[in-house]
């Protein structure tokens, strides 16, 4: 018998709700349906009637997570437009700060998905280490989530050298964590029954999907815009592309934590080397004809922003694509095939942030019976099934 | 990569390649020729993946971009489609990875894309009236409001 399960979408504290419509047969998954706009915001059409500085603003408040990523993605894309070249201090501070926030957002994402396993101790602990990153930030910025700090021809604020001997103290702390989660994620026999072999994504589905980021290094394809067309600093700053061969939810997350450790070494390397002067050039307001594309390599993976300038203070047409959007149909591939009780793991998987979407309605296909679940039936039933099987 | 080997791998005139700066091509091809050129494109070596799929409203036209990414480049590939009969070949049968930009932009400009097999809304509500399409420049927000029963 099949059902029709959909799973989400609302959740007020996601950025990109998603709504997937399941068809099971037994416990395994057999079909995925995706649909999404339950929270699109319109910002593109917004974006035609603001004017560049404004515009800085909203592509922070594209992800409340990878905000800075957005920004420093549109600021790039209008620097071009203008022919600026900015100071090369303010290319360091800039990837500094890309890193911190890949750093935030792999610990937060590791806290997720241990809650999603059931495993609450590691998700208390991955967002207790969070903290340590959030009030780095907080002590550059000014402020915990929008950072406020790229902007047209530059950043905004310094790091003077009273932040870099704090900051180096945190990262400290931070790689001797993600050395201990490795060693937990790797050893621990409940977290391994949860994800090693679960939700694949072939190299070759990865590759026709167009797949990026960790969704995409976790199928070993080394795919990597900090590498493939080098931004900010990143073209003088020596690091590792991370990937994994084992295309499932335990390659996700050692691709992850190995990427914390990488760009704690990028961060290490960027303070030391970061040259003196300004930080900031003037920008003018107005733009010149054009066009331009911008690509960043977000927490999340590739970020890409295509903005057509008509000449006057506001664009023609502002592009944005986030990559969770490119990973969905990676996502569905990676569904399809999978037990019931794998179905939150495997989404928290490629970090869309809709894992504890709000409600799941089961639908019997034949008598047309709707039992209507919540997010924390199915992470109950989900906890409870390998309880049962496995005596986790 | 260099415009030379696009010329060679995609056979159009050099006039249609455009180097706008170091890594970014601008190809502008006729509608009919989109797959044989798309087909062409990503057998070229260090091709990575469709970076995404942007369209724009410039006035009679939709204009829509393809933007193929490789190692060394991006190559933005430029096809025009009148706005009377918006009609494009889909291209999920080369690069299965195009589906959910197209339906985006299924939904935004009411470009259809033939040989898409799911062309349902992807954004829009289910209850959204039709020939409405928010991106197109005609549809202002205050016009939308009105259409949408609003003030």
């Known amino acids: 018998m099949t059902f029709k399960i959909p799973f989400g979408p609302q959740h007020p504290a996601l950025e990109e709700p998603v709504n997937f419509m399941f068809e099971i047969e037994e416990e395994r998954v057999v079909n995925v349906k995706l649909r999404l706009g339950y929270v699109h915001r319109g910002i593109e059409k917004i974006a035609e009637s603001r004017n560049y500085r404004q515009l800085v603003y909203l592509s922070e408040r594209i992800c409340g997570i990878c905000s800075f990523a957005h920004a420093l993605c549109y600021s790039q894309a209008v620097e071009e437009l203008l022919g600026l070249e900015i100071p090369e201090r303010a290319k360091f501070i800039r990837t500094i700060l ?66 870099i001997g704090k900051i180096e103290e945190s990262l400290n702390h931070l790689e001797a964590r993600a050395e201990y989660y490795t060693k937990i994620c790797t050893e621990d026999p409940s977290i391994l029954k949860r994800t090693v072999g679960v939700g694949i994504l072939r190299p070759r589905d990865a590759r026709a999907l167009c797949a990026v980021g960790p969704t995409a290094r976790a199928s070993g394809i080394a795919r990597d815009v900090r590498t493939d067309e080098p931004y900010a ?8 592309v991370v990937t994994y061969r084992g295309c499932d939810v335990a390659s996700r997350m050692y691709v992850r934590i190995d990427e914390i450790k990488e760009s704690i070494k990028i961060i290490r390397y960027a303070l030391k080397n970061m040259p003196e002067g300004s930080i900031r050039v003037k920008a003018p307001t107005r733009v010149p004809e054009g066009e331009a594309i911008s690509r960043v390599e977000a927490p999340r993976g590739e970020n890409i922003h295509f903005i057509k300038s008509n000449g006057s203070d506001r664009p023609e047409r502002w592009k944005i694509r986030a990559p969770t959007l490119a990973n969905l149909l990676s996502l569905c591939k990676m569904l399809s095939g999978v037990n019931l009780a794998d179905i939150p793991v495997v989404i928290a998987g490629i970090d869309p942030c809709i894992s504890c979407a709000e409600r799941i309605a089961l639908v019997d296909a034949e008598t047309g019976k709707l039992n209507v679940w919540d997010g924390k039936d199915l992470w109950r039933y989900a906890n409870e099934w390998y309880r049962k099987r496995y005596g986790l | ?112 894309f033939e040989g898409n097999p799911d062309l349902s809304p992807l954004l829009l509500p289910d209850n959204w009236p039709e020939g409405v399409y928010p991106l197109r420049k005609w549809w202002s927000p205050d016009r939308i409001l009105s259409k949408l029963g609003g003030k």
Request: aromatic content about 8%.
């Open chain 1, 98 to 163: 890309a890193e911190m926030e890949r750093i935030q957002n792999h610990y937060l994402w590791l806290g997720l998905t241990a809650k999603e396993m059931g495993f609450e101790t590691l998700f208390m602990y991955a967002w207790r280490d969070r903290e340590r990153i959030i009030d780095m930030l907080d002590m550059i910025s000014g402020k915990r989530v929008h950072y406020g700090m790229s902007t047209i021809g530059g950043v905004r604020r310094d790091i003077t050298e009273s932040m």
């Open chain 2, 1 to 112: 990569m260099r415009r030379s080997e696009i010329r060679k791998q995609l056979r159009i005139r050099a006039r249609n390649i455009i180097v706008q700066r170091d890594r970014r091509f601008f190809v502008n091809i006729e509608k009919k020729d989109l797959k044989r050129v798309i087909r062409r494109l990503i057998r070229m070596k260090n091709y990575t993946h469709l970076s995404t799929i942007t369209a724009l409203d410039t006035g009679s036209n939709i204009e829509v971009i393809y933007h193929v990414a490789f190692t060394d480049a991006l190559v933005s590939v430029r096809v025009q489609t009148s706005k009377d009969d918006p009609v494009l070949l889909s291209i999920v049968d080369l690069i299965p990875g195009a589906a959910l930009y197209e339906r985006e932009i299924h939904d935004l400009f009411g470009v259809e």
């Open chain 1, 233 to 240: 600093a990143y073209g003088e700053i020596p690091f590792r």
